[in-house]
């Protein structure tokens, strides 16, 4: 029997695991793990915060997954050792003949010092979304900045639509005019790409919310509130930031790293450990200065890679699937109307990324997009 060890279900491990436990047949066991009881995408989380759906409608729950042959086992896994081939877990170990590790990047509000302190608004994570909705909605004059606080991090157009949306919010409410916005940025432009930057930018600007570029927050003055940077200080009244992301603790004491991400191989994400592979938000893939951004839809794709390498060294497939980092994002531009990123890093001669839209279409495929996964991967949606 051969096993096959999956680490992390959100989109890279159950995009794996659907592919394999489709191909492989008797004498493969595989086995997915995580720490959590249900999935949801991650704008989703938007959602709640903005109180259109509530976190159970959002949520799948592992106990409906509908994967053939996968065994799912909720576990935190504290150890991976791809010397000895063993991942420990607080429900065992488990050897394995291929791993996936495919745990996501995790976020790190202490490394901004003060932020916790500030009140440590987010809505990157699910909880995070639930408290900041009434505190945006009590928010009523003065100073809103939200703030990026380090990169890489997940969904690069998410805190730009989070603004459109909030920006909106606040007119709806009828306080807008007592309210200045601010988006504070680390980066010279929103995303590396022009076209991409110049339609983000416009946006914000049509709705009068300030952009601050270059400016890498090293703390936050909770008690005057003021955000820190090496040259200045920004005031604010109320603060959100996207918080610092980093490896999971465990990889990050793994020898799968040396410092930060896992690097795997770009043309079928392997490590330099055979049969060792890594996709989705925990892996660091270059794209000339910069790196394929974090998004389901690249976890995704390195997913099928992965599923079709092991396939192609079972002897079960003569080719591997080329992985091109090849997705599609969709973005609110407020009022409804909704965006969409195309983006091919790594399938021609060099990286397509293209920004259409806005249009009516788009807002059936933004839900086709979270339903069609719920319902490959989940029994009930
Ligand atoms: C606000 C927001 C909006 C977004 N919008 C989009 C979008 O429109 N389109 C898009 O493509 N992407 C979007 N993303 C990004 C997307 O959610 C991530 O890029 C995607 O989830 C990455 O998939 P992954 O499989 O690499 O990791 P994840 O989906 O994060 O999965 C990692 C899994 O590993 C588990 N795990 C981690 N550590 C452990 C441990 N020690 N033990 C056990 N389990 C563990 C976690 O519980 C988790 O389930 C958005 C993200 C955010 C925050």
Same mark, same amino acid.
């Given at each position: 029997?051969?096993?096959?060890?999956?680490?992390?279900?959100?989109?890279?491990?159950?995009?794996?695991?659907?592919?394999?436990? +489709? #191909?492989?047949?008797?004498?493969?066991?595989?086995?997915?793990?995580?720490?959590?009881?249900?999935?949801?995408?991650?704008?989703?989380? =938007?959602?709640? &915060?903005?109180?259109?759906?509530?976190?159970?409608?959002?949520?799948?729950?592992?106990?409906?997954?509908?994967?053939?042959?996968?065994?799912?086992?909720?576990?935190?896994?504290?150890?991976?050792?791809?010397?000895?081939?063993? %991942?420990?877990?607080?429900?065992?170990?488990?050897?394995?003949?291929?791993?996936?590790?495919?745990?996501?990047?995790?976020? /790190?509000?202490?490394?901004?010092?003060?932020?916790?302190?500030?009140?440590?608004?987010?809505?990157?994570? &699910?909880?995070?979304?639930?408290?900041?909705?009434?505190?945006?909605?009590?928010?009523?004059?003065?100073?809103?900045?939200?703030?990026?606080?380090?990169?890489?991090?997940?969904?690069?157009?998410?805190?730009?639509?989070?603004?459109?949306?909030?920006?909106?919010?606040?007119?709806?409410?009828?306080?807008?005019?007592? =309210?200045?916005?601010? &988006? !504070?940025?680390?980066?010279?432009?929103?995303?590396? /790409?022009? #076209?991409?930057?110049?339609?983000?930018?416009?946006?914000?600007?049509?709705?009068?919310?300030?952009?601050?570029?270059?400016?890498?927050?090293?703390?936050?003055? +909770?008690?005057?509130?003021?955000?820190?940077?090496?040259?200045?200080?920004?005031?604010?009244?109320?603060?959100?930031? !996207?918080? %610092?992301?980093?490896?999971?603790?465990?990889?990050?004491?793994?020898?799968?790293?040396?410092?930060?991400?896992?690097?795997?191989?770009?043309?079928?994400?392997?490590?330099?450990?055979?049969?060792?592979?890594?996709?989705?938000? !925990?892996?660091?893939?270059?794209?000339?200065?910069?790196? !394929?951004?974090?998004?389901?839809?690249?976890?995704?794709?390195?997913?099928?890679?992965?599923?079709?390498?092991?396939?192609?060294?079972?002897?079960?497939?003569?080719?591997?699937?080329?992985?091109?980092?090849?997705?599609?994002?969709?973005?609110?531009?407020?009022?409804?109307?909704?965006?969409?990123?195309?983006?091919?890093?790594?399938?021609?001669?060099?990286?397509?990324?293209?920004?259409?839209?806005?249009?009516?279409?788009?807002?059936?495929?933004?839900?086709?997009?979270?339903?069609?996964?719920?319902?490959?991967?989940?029994?009930?949606?």
């Amino acid at each position: 029997m051969k096993r096959v060890l999956i680490l992390g279900a959100g989109f890279g491990g159950l995009e794996t695991a659907t592919g394999l436990g +489709a #191909a492989l047949g008797d004498g493969y066991e595989i086995t997915l793990v995580d720490k959590r009881d249900a999935f949801y995408v991650g704008f989703a989380k =938007i959602d709640v &915060m903005f109180g259109h759906r509530s976190e159970e409608a959002v949520s799948s729950r592992y106990t409906e997954l509908a994967l053939e042959r996968v065994r799912f086992v909720k576990a935190e896994i504290t150890a991976i050792d791809p010397d000895a081939r063993r %991942v420990e877990t607080s429900a065992g170990a488990f050897d394995y003949d291929y791993l996936v590790v495919a745990l996501g990047a995790d976020l /790190n509000p202490g490394a901004t010092p003060g932020f916790p302190e500030s009140g440590g608004h987010e809505f990157y994570s &699910m909880a995070g979304a639930v408290r900041l909705g009434p505190v945006m909605e009590s928010f009523s004059e003065g100073t809103f900045v939200l703030a990026i606080l380090g990169a890489p991090y997940k969904c690069p157009p998410a805190p730009y639509e989070v603004a459109y949306q909030i920006h909106d919010r606040f007119v709806a409410r009828g306080v807008r005019d007592r =309210i200045t916005m601010k &988006m !504070v940025i680390p980066g010279p432009r929103p995303v590396p /790409n022009p #076209a991409v930057a110049t339609a983000l930018e416009q946006l914000l600007q049509e709705r009068n919310i300030e952009l601050v570029t270059k400016a890498s927050v090293s703390s936050v003055d +909770a008690a005057n509130k003021k955000l820190v940077l090496a040259d200045r200080s920004i005031d604010y009244d109320l603060l959100v930031g !996207v918080p %610092v992301h980093g490896p999971p603790a465990v990889v990050r004491a793994s020898k799968l790293v040396d410092k930060g991400y896992i690097e795997p191989s770009t043309i079928n994400l392997e490590t330099k450990y055979p049969g060792v592979y890594a996709v989705g938000d !925990v892996t660091k893939l270059p794209v000339g200065d910069a790196a !394929v951004p974090k998004a389901g839809a690249f976890a995704e794709d390195a997913a099928r890679t992965v599923v079709s390498d092991i396939l192609v060294k079972e002897g079960l497939r003569d080719a591997l699937v080329k992985f091109e980092a090849r997705g599609t994002c969709y973005f609110e531009l407020g009022s409804g109307a909704v965006g969409k990123v195309n983006a091919n890093y790594y399938g021609g001669d060099k990286p397509v990324m293209t920004l259409d839209g806005p249009s009516d279409e788009y807002i059936a495929q933004k839900k086709d997009f979270e339903s069609s996964r719920r319902g490959r991967w989940f029994k009930t949606q």
